[in-house]
């Protein structure tokens, strides 16, 4: 009998080694990391083949971020990170049914995250029939059988979820939704819902658009970058390329995080390497080590200065926007005390910045989980589109958003319809394109579905790829729910513990990956994605499927589809066996996609319409843009607590663990490590490697967790930082970012205790 597989990863214990935080991003250490990697997951021979299709016209879309692509490519359109996420796809180690044969579920739980991964790709489609410690494998037919009766039998389809992680492609998220609406609900959460909710719901009513409005080639022309609460060294290396070049053309950046994040010092381009070209360029020429959640104040800050120096776009403000006087009171009234306290940055220094903002003739601000991971994620994200327009950094030439997305697709899958929230206007065109009713009432974003599931209100979940009890927040209490349900359903490249911490009954459906070739009944097939600027271009695999009987996600649905409905206005199995049908269905159910086959051919694909960015017009409903008035956000902590935002190593991608470094950060050997400034050490008394444990407190609620070591680091006082995913456990599911409903990642609040001090044989260098 299955026991209640273990919902947090064990640690993978390696003494843990501290040498000097990097300085330098990239260079000789970022090509031979990739090697390395690519080397031993795939060979030299495959290596080199997959490498050289990542990002190529004719290629596949680098599974790694959703950063675009230059228009004219070299060889090497990778980066490290990027390397890493494809050779973690197109690895030669497999799990295979005498895998499971040998392993039950408990077992496997026992097993770290880190272990999972390493153990392969799936192959076949495998069953955890009520009660059984094993998986069984079972035949496709049986798998979607199985499902489609499940699904068929509730009498409230509403009681039904389905969760889409961000690679799923436009053609497999679209076949999905579709899929879901016929079914009857809107139940339909995503990783957005985790990742840029905030910055959706913060442009969306402010600019009328919840998307960015820069292009790449924006970079070219800004004289300011902002970058905030973001790690781009590590999760978007190849947006240091665009910045070095920024910065060779003369822009001034800005790097606002609690961290000085190492990509953002300097950058050593690999590919220069090759042309022996050893320079470095220095990136950021400002770095303000803004206090977690203190950026409301910093940007109030800048606004009050912006408004004292000029640099005001007038004519832009009184023709395109509504809301300024308000704001700019609102901003004029904080005082400089408070904002001074609140961000943790000097007032001279906030000066010296905000006349650069006033004087720049075309800013771009870009941000990410800093931002949408807090509490205010929303409002502070409208603070920055009240300092963009002041100036009128809107629809013109080096200047604009840049929120940057996570997940390659996760952009491409809303505006196909994964939106458990959809507005009217979109469900009424994509009724019309699809010719079936779809239900007005909104559905579970994620931790909504986590409160059903937890009520006992969720009897079928099935996940588009993703980690969902890694990723979300407040492991056991996610656990406890998942356990809730009838039957899991978990399409996948990967084993991770989301096919461990199941419903009753669980399945495993394997499927193909960006890599590999997608042969269906007419021929090859090629899939899109859109980045995080809008592009929507090609994506075509190259490599032999991991294992015969991998299936794309496109395929899964449709077939998914055909076992549900007897009767559909949609040939469901026609649509897959050539994905230009689901193009065409999709051009007449989306607003932007016309001629969708001709212009996704197209070398560099085509951009979706973009009404502040292509005309300065704004689809509010005023047709205005909104300045926004908000108050300071309560960045208060008692004073035996800190505030700990929970981040991403250099060797992970989201929940699945790559090795336990982080090479910019020196750090090695144990990802259970809790980053503390020296100062607060001293005045507990601790030194590097203290053991401690850490409480979390939220509405009265007390979260731990033990077996963590102190590192000194430097990060604002009373600021902590931990790994995400071993700190989900403390981060509470009520914990979410006002509107966005995003759980507070980046802003949890905790006291820490000292534990026995056990460990041998750690490391200084
Ligand atoms: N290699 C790799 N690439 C990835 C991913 C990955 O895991 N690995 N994940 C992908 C995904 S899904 C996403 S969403 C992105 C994530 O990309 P990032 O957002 O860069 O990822 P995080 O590690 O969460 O880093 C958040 C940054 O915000 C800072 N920060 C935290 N709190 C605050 C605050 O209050 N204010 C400010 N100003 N800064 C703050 C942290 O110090 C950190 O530098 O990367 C994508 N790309
Ligand atoms: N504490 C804390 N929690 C966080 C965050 C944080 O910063 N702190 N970040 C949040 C963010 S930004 C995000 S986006 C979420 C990420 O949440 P998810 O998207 O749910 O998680 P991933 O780790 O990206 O999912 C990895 C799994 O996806 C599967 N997979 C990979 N490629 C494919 C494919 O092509 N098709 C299919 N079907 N499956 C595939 C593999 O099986 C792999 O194990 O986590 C969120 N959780
Ligand atoms: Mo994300």
């Keep these: 009998m299955r026991k209640q ?60 971020c959703a950063w675009p692509d230059p228009e004219h490519r070299t060889q090497f359109e990778f980066c490290e990170n990027g390397a890493k996420a494809v050779a973690d796809e197109a690895m030669k180690a497999r799990v295979t049914p005498e895998f499971f044969a040998q392993h ?47 699904i068929n ?47 959706g719901k913060g442009l969306g009513s402010t600019i009328g658009i919840g998307k960015g409005t820069v292009h790449l080639d924006d970079f070219n022309h800004a004289d300011v970058i902002l970058v905030i609460g973001q790690n781009p060294g590590t999760n978007h290396p190849r947006m240091l390329t665009a910045l070095r070049d920024a910065k060779l053309k003369g822009s001034t950046i800005i790097h606002i995080n609690p961290l000085p994040e190492a990509g953002l010092e300097r950058f050593k381009h690999p590919q220069d390497y090759m042309k022996l070209n050893f320079s470095t360029t220095k990136l950021a020429d400002y770095h303000l080590p803004v206090r977690i959640g203190g950026d409301a104040a910093l940007l109030k800050g800048f606004i009050k200065v912006h408004s004292q120096h000029g640099g005001l776009d007038t004519e832009f403000i009184q023709n395109h926007t509504e809301g300024f006087e308000s704001m700019l009171e609102k901003a004029n009234s904080s005082d400089w005390e408070v904002l001074v306290r609140d961000s943790g940055i000097e007032q001279d220094l906030i000066v010296e910045v905000g006349k650069l903002l006033s004087k720049s003739k075309a800013t771009i601000a870009c941000w990410a989980m800093g931002l949408t991971q807090q509490p205010n994620g929303v409002s502070v994200i409208q603070e920055v589109v009240n300092l963009l327009l002041m100036g009128g ?19 491409g899958d809303r505006t196909v319809g994964i939106w458990e929230a959809p507005p009217l206007s979109f469900i009424e065109k994509m009724e019309a394109g699809l010719q079936i009713p779809i239900p007005r009432d909104h559905g579970y974003d994620v931790v909504h579905a986590i409160h059903a599931m937890r009520k006992g209100e969720v009897d079928v979940f099935f996940c588009m790829g993703g980690n969902f009890i890694s990723a979300t927040p407040d492991t056991h209490a996610t656990a406890e729910g ?28 394997p499927c193909l990956g960006r890599t590999e070739l ?32 991998l299936k794309s996600e496109p395929w899964i649905i449709a077939n998914l589809a055909h076992h549900l409905f007897d009767d559909s206005p949609l040939e469901w199995l026609k649509l897959t066996s050539d994905y230009d049908l689901i193009r065409d269905l999709m051009e007449r159910s989306l607003n932007g996609f016309d001629d969708y086959n001709e212009r996704v051919r197209h070398e560099n694909g085509f951009l979706l319409p973009n009404p502040p960015r292509d005309s300065r017009t704004f689809a509010t409903p005023t047709g205005k843009a909104q300045f926004t008035t908000h108050d300071l956000p309560d960045v208060s902590i008692d004073d035996d607590r800190y505030v700990m935002m929970t981040i991403r190593s250099h060797d992970q991608y989201n929940t699945t663990i790559y090795d336990v470094h982080d090479r910019y950060r020196g750090i090695s050997g144990n990802r259970r490590i809790v980053l503390m400034n020296a100062l607060d050490m001293v005045e507990r008394g601790w030194k590097n490697r203290q053991h401690v444990s850490i409480s979390s407190h939220f509405d009265g609620e007390v979260r731990s967790s033990g077996g963590w070591l102190v590192v000194a680091y430097d990060i604002p006082r009373q600021n902590v930082a931990t790994y995400f995913p071993e700190a989900n456990s403390l981060v509470p599911l009520n914990s979410t970012a006002k509107i966005s409903n995003t759980p507070t990642s980046k802003w949890i609040e905790v006291t820490l205790e000292s534990e026995p001090f056990a460990a041998k044989g750690d490391e200084e260098e």
């Design 482 to 509: 998942l356990r809730n349900i009838g039957l899991t359903v978990q399409v996948s490249t990967k084993l991770n513990r989301s096919h461990l911490v199941t419903g009753d009954e669980a399945i495993i459906l």
């Design 393 to 411: 950094h809107v629809g013109r030439p080096g200047a604009g958003f840049c929120p940057v997305r996570g997940h390659s697709n996760v952009q």
């Design 5 to 64: 597989a273990r919902p947090d990863t064990p640690p993978d214990l390696k003494p843990l080694k501290l040498k000097k935080k990097k300085i330098m991003a990239a260079g000789i250490p970022a090509v031979t990391s990739s090697m390395k990697h690519g080397i031993q997951q795939m060979g030299i021979k495959r290596s080199v083949k997959t490498l050289t299709m990542v990002n190529q016209k004719a290629g596949f879309d680098c599974p790694g």
């Design 153 to 199: 039998s509730l009498d409230d389809p509403d009681r039904s979820v389905f969760y889409t992680s961000g690679r799923t492609s436009n053609e497999a998220a679209f076949l999905y939704q579709a899929m879901v609406r016929s079914i009857g609900t809107n139940n339909l959460p995503d990783c957005s819902n985790m990742c840029h909710e905030s910055s």
């Design 518 to 549: 997608d042969v269906q009944s007419s021929g090859e097939q090629f899939v899109t994605v859109e980045n995080s600027m809008g592009v929507v271009h090609k994506s075509r695999g190259g490599l032999q499927p991991a294992s015969d009987l």
């Design 104 to 150: 039950s579920v408990d077992e496997l739980a026992e097993k770290s995250d880190m272990w999972l991964n390493k153990q392969g790709r799936l192959t076949h489609p495998m069953f955890l029939k009520r009660g059984a410690s094993h998986y069984t494998p079972l035949s496709w037919d049986e798998a979607l059988s199985h499902i489609a009766a499940k």
